[in-house]
């Protein structure tokens, strides 16, 4: 018998929601909502909830949690739409909060000041999203639902972000100190990283494909991709050094095209190497796993090969190959800040400078735009896996 997943009942009483709106209220009273530092360097003064926002502005994100926390606890008709409703005007309203907080405590005259954010802050938003992600699950809400509010949202920061109420928040003045830099990290790091999956997702297709024909292929090349996957990163990047400098060398050509021992060469390389056990993997197991009786009844309706696989087997595995895709999309993203470390580039720049310069914002700017790729091509590919899984009324 097919095994069925459970969705979460709407009515159902909510567990979640509850313990993250209370651990959202302890956090965000009990650790800094910004500092104020009087240049780049000093440390400067953390500030709490009241002495950052004042009592009016403590008391209403006081009373938007609370609420969170008794719409999901009481039996209220239509709760989770109205939640959803509380907890985005929330998220959307953020950075406000920081004007807030900059009109209150930065100090005159001072032209170096800048405010900073708080572990508050930062807890605050990392939790209400996780309540956004928990109400849409129990909301069963479609796949235009979660785009249009993480617009809304979006939309709602850039407008608060380039007005001059956050001129002093020091990773703003980190990005508008080099945004040249920042426009090309951002380019040079989607080429290597997409580039990257793109070149995987083909060669892993075709060792799919010869993994099924010739099953003495399976274990030398599952054990191929599996050892190329357990050699730490940096040690496949200083690997491809010393031959592809000797490359380099032997052949004008390659150093015309860019080709040396560090530099995106090698960043190329070793992603693609790290990118080919999940895809492999889940596309070997996803063209295998399809029931017998499925292609024998397409055999028996005349169907050749060819059009057993690709209008049968190719449909069904889809889901299972892009799931692959995701998870290889994810490492990839992640893995390309740490080849900066030789040289190509990307967000991982402004990570390391920042770590040399012990500027915490510096590291920011370079690792908030990662997770926020790495999150946003989590969520078009669950989507797109989602919407080519087959549904009993579609079979």
């Not at 032209?111 to 928990?134: D, H, K, N, Q």
């Not at 940096?234 to 860019?258: E, K, R, Y």
């Not at 740490?338 to 690792?367: C, E, W």
């Amino acid at each position: 018998m097919p095994v069925t997943r459970s969705l979460p009942d709407p009515r159902a009483p909510n567990r979640v929601v509850p313990v993250l709106a209370g651990l959202a209220l302890v956090l965000v009273w009990s650790l800094d909502f910004g500092r104020i530092q009087p240049n780049r360097i000093v440390p400067g003064t953390g500030h709490g909830l009241v002495s950052a926002l004042g009592w009016g502005g403590a008391a209403l994100i006081s009373l938007a949690l609370g609420g969170s926390l008794l719409l999901s606890i009481l039996p209220v008709r239509r709760r989770y739409p109205c939640l959803l409703v509380l907890i985005t005007v929330l998220l959307a309203a953020l950075p406000q909060l920081l004007v807030v907080f900059a009109a209150r405590q930065l100090p005159e005259g001072a032209p170096y000041a800048r405010t900073v954010i708080g572990a508050g802050f930062w807890c605050l938003l990392f939790l209400l999203s996780l309540m956004v992600v928990e109400v849409l699950g129990r909301l069963r809400a479609r796949y235009g639902v979660p785009l249009l509010l993480l617009a809304l949202i979006a939309a709602s920061w850039l407008v608060l972000l380039r007005g001059d109420g956050l001129d002093s928040l020091s990773l703003l003045r980190e990005y508008q100190a080099q945004p040249g830099k920042f426009e090309q990290a951002l380019w040079t790091h989607l080429a290597l990283a997409f580039g990257a999956v793109a070149i995987s997702a083909v060669l892993a297709f075709a060792l799919a494909l010869r993994m099924i024909r010739s099953a003495g292929w399976q274990r030398p090349i599952l054990g191929a991709v599996s050892f190329l996957q357990t050699i730490p990163s940096l040690a496949v990047f200083g690997l491809l050094i010393a031959p592809l400098g000797a490359l380099a060398s032997a052949f004008p050509v390659l150093q015309a095209l860019g080709v040396r021992g560090i530099g995106w060469a090698p960043a190329l390389l070793a992603l693609v190497a790290y990118s080919l056990l999940p895809m492999v993997r889940n596309t070997f197991v996803a063209l295998t796993d399809i029931p017998e009786h499925l292609t024998d009844a397409a055999r028996g309706m005349g169907m050749t090969e060819r059009q057993v696989f690709f209008q049968l087997k190719l449909p069904l595995a889809m889901p299972v190959i892009i799931e692959g895709l995701r998870i290889t999309t994810i490492q990839a993203i992640g893995l390309t800040a740490v080849a900066a470390l030789i040289g190509a580039g990307g967000f991982g720049d402004f990570i390391f400078q920042g770590l040399g310069q012990a500027a915490m914002d510096l590291v920011l700017l370079g690792a908030l735009p990662t997770i926020a790729l790495a999150l946003l091509a989590d969520a078009l590919l669950t989507m797109l896996a989602a919407s080519l899984r087959p549904t009993p009324a579609r079979a």
